[in-house]
Nanobody, 123 residues
Framework: QVHLVESGGGLVQAGGSLRLSCAAS????????MGWFRQAPGREREFVAA????????YYADSVKGRFTISRDKVKNTVYLQMNSLKSEDTAVYYC????????????????WGKGTLVTVSS
């Protein structure tokens, strides 16, 4: 079992930055692929970014490529999402997800989920 807790959400003006954190506990964190997803009001949850467990390969949704950066600290068992140049359309609840399957699995879903953190971008 993996327990995930997100933090770092809040209210920010368009063009600003936020860094989300996801603290993991339970099973071995270093071998898990980790990802960020988001769900805007009235919309389905969507993939944002993912990072592999071994060699830290990363994937991004086209909508955030060049603005968001995913990283992980295996000592702190934490994965981060640095969000720059935020837009109003980035407003959503952001969820951390994990899988011990291939990182490609995170392009659609995760096996373990956090409860989410709200990001609101004002225009």
């Amino acid at each position: 079992q993996v327990h995930l807790v997100e933090s770092g959400g809040g209210l920010v003006q368009a063009g600003g930055s936020l860094r989300l954190s996801c603290a993991a506990s339970g099973r071995t964190f270093s071998s898990a692929a980790m990802g960020w997803f988001r769900q805007a009001p009235g919309r389905e949850r969507e993939f944002v970014a993912a990072i592999s467990g071994g060699n830290s390969i990363t994937y991004y949704a086209d909508s955030v490529k060049g603005r968001f950066t995913i990283s992980r600290d295996k000592v702190k068992n934490t994965v981060y999402l640095q969000m720059n140049s935020l837009k109003s359309e980035d407003t959503a609840v952001y969820y951390c997800g994990a899988t011990y399957a291939n990182i490609v699995h995170l392009r659609t879903t995760a096996d373990y989920w956090g409860k989410g953190t709200l990001v609101t971008v004002s225009s």
